[in-house]
């Protein structure tokens, strides 16, 4: 069975779709915001997710209770993008639908997610500067994802969508290894 990511075609067209209708009604924030409520409500609550993606609920009754829980918490157009899930048996797709309208939402408005890896907590200020200086070189505004990695012991690895920068100490140690190794220099 294959792994369904954000890059999905049917994950990526669902998100689109309501990128569109979001940025129509002006709600392209209300609507990130809302969906990854949703994404963190089906990753803590695994009884919730159960219920959302089991093909042995029907799909009226799914939509009543959806309805009676999230009626007045969400907005329409999202109430109405899951009732459209429910319907056509695709609810499993949510939390992969958020994270691709997020990735479409960001691409749309000019940012892009970077994920960095440290070997020690950044503080805000110093994340800040991460973040001004990957903005500068990348000319887009970036997003940053902070990790933490000991292992790394110093630097920072990079990870901006294909690209991979590792300007970590572990990964210039190795490097120098395998120059003492093959004795190139």
């Known amino acids: 069975m294959s792994q369904i990511t954000s890059r999905n075609p049917a994950v990526a067209a669902y998100a689109e779709a309501l990128l569109d209708l979001a940025q ?5 924030e209300v ?3 809302e969906l990854l409520e949703l994404q963190t409500l089906l990753a803590h609550e695994r009884n919730f997710e159960n219920f959302m993606e089991s093909p042995s609920i029907r799909i009226g009754e ?3 209770v959806i309805q009676r829980i999230f009626a007045d918490r ?3 157009l999202t109430m109405n993008f899951m009732g459209v899930l429910n319907a056509k048996g695709r609810l499993a797709l949510l ?6 309208y997020r990735e479409q939402l960001n691409t749309r408005q000019g940012k892009v997610t970077a994920s960095v890896t440290v070997a020690l907590k950044l503080s805000d200020a110093e994340k800040e500067v991460v973040r001004q200086e990957l903005s500068a070189a990348m000319k887009k505004d970036v997003i940053v994802e902070l990790h933490v990695d000991e292992s790394i012991l110093g630097g920072m690895v990079v990870k901006v969508q294909d690209r991979l920068m590792d ?3 572990r990964a210039q140690l190795d490097a120098m290894r395998r120059q003492l190794i093959t004795g190139k220099a």
């Open 95 to 100: 939390k992969h639908v958020a994270d691709a």
């Open 62 to 64: 799914r939509a009543e």
């Open 31 to 33: 609507v990130a915001s």
């Open 74 to 76: 969400l907005s329409r």
């Open 24 to 28: 129509e009604a002006k709600q392209e």
């Open 167 to 169: 300007a970590s100490v």
